[in-house]
């Protein structure tokens, strides 16, 4: 009898599939550059703040009022940049959920286990560090959330910055990690920060979105029919009380992410490549600017530190997003027996949990929700996240660049493309037609170092035969 065959165990952080690889590298890129405005756009909001001469065209500017009030949108410039710009940005969240749920990696239940609970734990161990830090110290609770939150275009800004090659795999499962850790986010702004709600306003919101919908499966196109209606929509769900941003992820889930055969691309995939530059490259970097216009001293930066409520986000980002996706991603491969993959190191994990605790664009704004009304709090909190991505952007930049000629080996093995197809080589391994290419390349190599070898023979004989002509010539008695 045949012994039974015992399953190949599953790679944790093995190498992504073509299409995903490519989707990934895409997504990167442009993530990339906005991420690196925005920590231009962070840095430029501390300078306005803080020089004596700037500081009060920032508030003034901050809070100067626009808008129609008959529409209960007379808002500040913050507050555009906070619920209407952020839409954007959650709409492209919404996009990449709904992606990853029906064409990438969370489509498969054993692969979706890693990022999920790693999310999971890294939103669920800084909340608890932050209750147990503030609740000792007597501070105030509201703040919990504050810390949940991954900045994933900050995180690649400063791997931008610190050159360091991070391989694809781990590059996509922070990506990953950040589309569930904001779709959790959003979860969070929903439930626990909606006070009075207007349910003629939100009557109207769900009306627009049943719109939105049909229109979608009809098949209507034109952006001149969907911008007006997402604006309205938006426009009532700012009035029902619940977080306005809600509307852009609740529109970008209902996109189509599918393929059809005719299709090199799905709906969703090309209005997200469309509007993500929009979201990375404005809405994200002006939110910052305007939100992270923190004044910083030598008092404030004490206080972060010494206050229960800042001491608690700062832990919360540093230690608590550490610890929580590094032991979610340990024990999710314990118990599904998944091993790591053979070219990495559980302390490459550990240096991408580190990186996760960059918490920034939607750590501000939770910040300013939670503490609504507390303008000197809700100052000391964003200092507290500015403080604790910076000691976790420091952390994290040693513990990769200590690795960092182990990724740019990888990195390079990667995208090796010898036989110039346009298809990296290791994704080519079992195809015959490649085999054959770089049989064909390797011959024409070896027919050029024979026509070379056969040049430097009669170069050195030739040069043998005039040395040896020479010396005949002297040969006589002197």
């Known amino acids: 009898m045949t012994a039974p065959r015992t399953p190949s165990p599953h790679k944790a952080f093995g190498r992504l599939s073509l299409p995903e690889r490519s ?8 993530e990339t550059v906005g991420g690196i405005l925005l920590l231009l756009a962070a840095v430029a909001a501390l300078i306005w703040a803080n020089v004596p001469g700037l500081h009060d065209s920032y508030e003034s500017v901050s ?32 996009i990449e959920l709904k992606r990853e749920l029906v064409a990438g990696d969370l489509r498969d239940p054993k692969a979706a286990a890693l990022p ?91 009306a627009g979105l049943a719109v939105f919908w049909l229109l979608l499966r009809k098949g209507v196109r034109g952006w001149y029919v969907y911008v007006p209606l997402a604006l309205v929509v938006w426009a009532l769900m700012y009035n029902s009380g619940i977080h306005a941003t809600i509307a852009g992820v609740a529109m970008g ?34 939110f910052a600017l305007f939100s992270a216009g923190v004044v910083v001293s030598g008092d404030a930066l004490t206080d972060v530190f010494t206050q229960p409520e800042t001491l608690g986000v700062v832990l919360g980002l540093v230690v608590g997003k550490t610890l929580g996706i590094f032991g979610g991603t340990w024990l999710t491969a314990r118990f599904t ?18 990186l996760a605790g960059i918490g920034f664009t939607v750590s501000l704004l939770i910040g300013e929700l939670a503490f609504e009304g507390d303008a000197s709090m809700t100052d000391s909190v964003k200092a507290a996240v500015l403080a604790g991505s910076l000691i976790a952007t420091a952390v994290a930049t040693v513990l990769l660049k200590v690795r960092n000629a182990k990724y740019r080996r990888l990195t390079e093995e990667e995208e090796r493309d010898e036989d110039l197809s346009g298809v990296p080589d290791v994704y080519e391994q079992d195809d015959p037609a490649y085999h054959l290419r770089m049989a064909e390349i390797h011959e024409r190599k070896a027919a050029e170092h024979r026509r070379l070898a056969r040049e430097k ?16 010539e002297h040969d006589g008695p002197a």
């Open 23 to 30: 989707y990934v590298a895409d997504a990167l890129r442009t």
């Open 63 to 94: 809070h100067f009022h626009l808008g129609p009030e008959a529409l209960g949108l007379d808002l500040s410039v913050a507050h555009w940049a906070a619920d209407g710009l952020l839409a954007v940005f959650f709409f492209v969240a919404g």
């Open 253 to 286: 889930l209902m996109l189509r992410c599918h393929r059809h055969e005719d299709e090199e691309h799905s709906p969703g995939e090309h209005i997200e490549h469309l509007v993500r530059p929009l979201s990375a490259g404005l809405a994200v970097p002006l």
């Open 457 to 472: 023979a009669a170069e050195r004989d030739a040069l043998a035969e005039v040395t040896g002509g020479a010396g005949e």
């Open 337 to 354: 027996r998944a091993s790591l993959s053979d070219d990495l190191a559980w302390a490459d994990v550990f240096a991408v949990a580190t």
């Open 116 to 206: 999920v609970v790693a999310a999971l734990c890294g939103m669920a161990v800084p909340a608890l560090v932050y209750t147990l830090t503030s609740g000792a110290g007597g501070g105030s609770l509201a703040g919990w959330a504050v810390p949940t939150a991954t900045d994933i275009a900050f995180a690649l800004a400063v791997l931008a910055v610190i050159g360091t090659s991070l391989p694809s795999a781990l590059r996509a499962f922070l990506l990953t990690l950040a589309v569930v850790d904001d779709l959790f986010a959003i979860l969070i702004i929903a439930v626990f920060f909606t006070d009075d709600l207007n349910f003629a306003a939100l009557g109207g919101a769900v």
